[in-house]
Nanobody, 121 residues
Framework: QVQLVESGGGLVQSGGSLRLSCTAS????????MGWYRQAPGKQRELVAT???????NYAESVKGRFTISRDNAKNAVYLEMNILKPEDTAVYYC???????????????WGQGTQVTVSS
């Protein structure tokens, strides 16, 4: 089994910054792409940013230039640095990881429990 634990959410004023962290534990033979998604009230969950084990990052247009995703493979962790936050960034943010738990078999996606980010105007 694999667990993803997020931290770093909270309440911040418009224009402020927050840093989210997510650490994976459990049966981790390898971790492929990691990412952050968010879900605002009444809306569907949407991609914020993803980062492969090796390669280029990917961002939603709405966060480009403001958010930065990074990862530490030695710590099985992924981070999201969020700057110039706007009220429309308010949502529950979820960590995602595509994990292979054994040297054989398929990988699968896992999700964290979510962390609330609230940006006041």
């Amino acid at each position: 089994q694999v667990q993803l634990v997020e931290s770093g959410g909270g309440l911040v004023q418009s224009g402020g910054s927050l840093r989210l962290s997510c650490t994976a534990s459990g049966s981790l033979f390898s971790i492929n792409t990691m990412g952050w998604y968010r879900q605002a009230p009444g809306k569907q969950r949407e991609l914020v940013a993803t980062i492969p084990r090796v390669g280029n990052t990917n961002y939603a247009e709405s966060v480009k230039g403001r958010f930065t995703i990074s990862r530490d493979n030695a710590k099985n962790a992924v981070y999201l640095e969020m700057n110039i936050l706007k009220p429309e960034d308010t949502a529950v943010y979820y960590c995602n990881a595509n994990v292979r738990s054994r040297s054989w078999g398929n990988s699968r996606d896992y999700w964290g429990q979510g962390t609330q980010v609230t940006v006041s105007s």
